[in-house]
DNA sequence: AAATATTTTTAGACTTGCCTAAAAATTTAT
DNA sequence: ATAAATTTTTAGGCAAGTCTAAAAATATTT
């Protein structure tokens, strides 16, 4: 249980979010592009977690997670989305500026710390981008019958409940058109040409969607109109 | 401008307060032994330090902090003492356990963060030990007219305003014994022979301190007995 | 002012995490 | 089923930060 180096932990997470995904063996390119290294340095990464047994890994094929290579990825995500509430929630951060101070304070070793996080934020479900929180044994509760923006009926009444975080740009642009986490819309038409979507928000306003923006928009289904 | 590797803030932060008590140079031995490295290792370092413009460094002859080098060492100063009092003032953490934690949390890189954290905790002047926060540049407002406990006059009554984290087993016994910060105390003897004090804490509680305990306590005058 | 002791530096080595270039394995296309 | 393309691994190197052992400089004793 002795503690790993923060790029020990940064694989593991990543390894974690790769496979969550396919539920199957994660690739070296994969890691390396998502890990922005290159595919020699993975490697040998693999080799020394492999040792360490935090991951299955069989050369040519890929790695997934032992199960307590699961558990630690698993903390190290609870603590990163606590401190990215923190920032919101306490210190005013806008969302868009959370996750690369995250980057750094999931690292942060103190179980105790972030289980008084935890209750300083009141035992948070979800952090800014709308992610589960993983609680302090590592549970965590999916939000069910949530779809993809791109995947809504169109005449229906949707409700923001999760933003893809990974692109700031992205962020910055929801931001900037009020389409923050809880905001509700109305799928007014899709366009088979290039899969854009017009969508209504609030009484008025009328924005026309691409496929870029909502595949990365997470929502949940209110009422059809 | 480009950041910093933790190992050479640690450097900095610890040059800046080995050459504060003794203003003058700071010698390897010196910084080896409140780094837990060799000698030789604190060579290597000052080296590059050196090299960086951040420490004025003469082989044989010790080093101390450039303007840039004081600079950097005063602002991981002051995000150590802001997460400790964090820590204490809003995670109820105890004075003893807050310094471990800080010397990872003082790394953290956003000047946006730890000025929000300022806010957040209301600019407080002083740290949980009664140490000083510096201010966003730098400056820092040292208490005037304090003392240690081991200078205090015999038959005056005084408040501690600082105690040393250097020693968590100090810290557990002030605790343990209510020596905490604002708490007021009566001189009543001291003995020579030891270098012991005997001070009344509250109504009735009498209490012989040590000389390792009165050196590392920070007083102010309150008034004659 | 030597001789001795202490402090500091150098030399050489190790680990971690990364890189490039080349080799090997695997996958895809013909 | 080969050949070609792609992916992955190996080999060899580099920088940071540390160590031990030995050499050099400085400080302290006699
Ligand atoms: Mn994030
Ligand atoms: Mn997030
Ligand atoms: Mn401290
Ligand atoms: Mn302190």
Redesign the interface.
């Known amino acids: 249980m002795k503690s790993l180096s923060h790029s020990e932990e940064n694989y593991l997470k990543e390894i974690f979010h790769l496979s969550g995904l396919t539920e199957k063996r994660v690739s070296t390119n994969g890691l390396a592009s998502r890990l922005n290294t290159k595919a020699s340095s993975i490697t040998d990464m693999l080799q020394k977690l492999s040792d360490k047994k935090l991951v299955e890994y069989v050369k040519y094929k890929g790695c997934f997670l032992t199960e307590e290579g699961e558990r630690i990825a698993i903390q190290i995500i609870r603590k990163h989305r606590l401190w990215e509430t923190f920032?919101v929630n306490?210190?005013?951060?806008g969302w868009e500026?959370v996750h690369?101070?995250a980057e750094?304070?999931e690292h942060?070793?103190?179980e105790?710390?972030i289980d008084?996080?935890d209750r300083?934020l009141n035992y948070p479900k979800f952090d800014p981008h709308g992610d589960p929180i993983p609680d302090k044994d590592g549970k965590i509760v999916y939000r069910k019958s949530k779809i993809k923006l791109l995947d809504a009926a169109t005449n229906s009444r949707v409700e923001i409940v999760r933003v893809n975080e990974d692109s700031l740009a992205l962020l910055k642009f929801l931001e900037r058109h009020q389409l923050t986490l809880g905001t509700e819309l109305d799928v007014l038409e899709k366009f088979p040409f290039d899969d854009s979507m017009s969508v209504r928000v609030g009484e008025l306003l009328e924005i026309n969607l691409s496929k870029k923006v909502t595949e990365n928009i997470g929502v949940k289904f209110i009422s059809k109109l």
């Open positions: 920032l306490k210190l005013s951060f500026e690369d101070v750094q304070l942060i070793d103190s105790k710390l008084s996080l300083f």
